[in-house]
């Protein structure tokens, strides 16, 4: 079966994956959960959504603005969540079955996994102290 689409070079989907990124984090456990079950878990796409929710992630942590201590003291969880679950079973599943079976894609995923996770815990905890100390 022959296709009319011209042939893509093997770096450019990763081009289009960092433009896109941002446009569809809503749903970001489910693409990156789709990228690694259904696509093969091609390693520069799988580190771009990563990357692309964390970079997120950072940048509302850090524009959460000044009236933040009022709104904690007010009871309001100010906290946003990261876009990824980190903690996702399908994604460990598939991660620690592939390392099992001597894939370097399991071992790299559960790495991103472990290092994204530890990011939002300790953006986590960072804001919480900060927060204590301004309503304290």
Not at 11 to 21: P, R
Not at 71 to 80: F, H, I, K, L, S
Not at 92 to 118: Q, Y
Request: overall charge negative; charged content about 30%.
């Amino acid at each position: 079966m022959s296709s009319n689409l011209p042939e893509v070079d093997e770096y450019e989907h990763v081009e289009v994956v960092d433009l896109l990124a941002p446009y569809t984090l809503g749903d970001a456990t489910k693409i990156l959960r789709a990228a690694v079950l259904d696509h093969g878990c091609d390693k520069d796409i799988v580190q771009t959504l990563v990357q692309t929710a964390l970079s997120q992630f950072d940048y509302k942590m850090d524009g959460l603005g000044d009236d933040r201590a009022e709104r904690m003291m007010d009871g309001e969880d100010m906290t946003p969540p990261c876009k990824i679950d980190f903690k996702g079973k399908q994604l460990r599943a598939w991660g620690n079955a592939a390392k099992k079976r001597g894939d370097p894609k399991g071992s790299m995923l559960l790495k991103l996994m472990n290092d994204g996770g530890r990011v939002v815990r300790t953006q986590h905890k960072e804001m919480t102290l900060m927060w204590e100390d301004l309503i304290s």
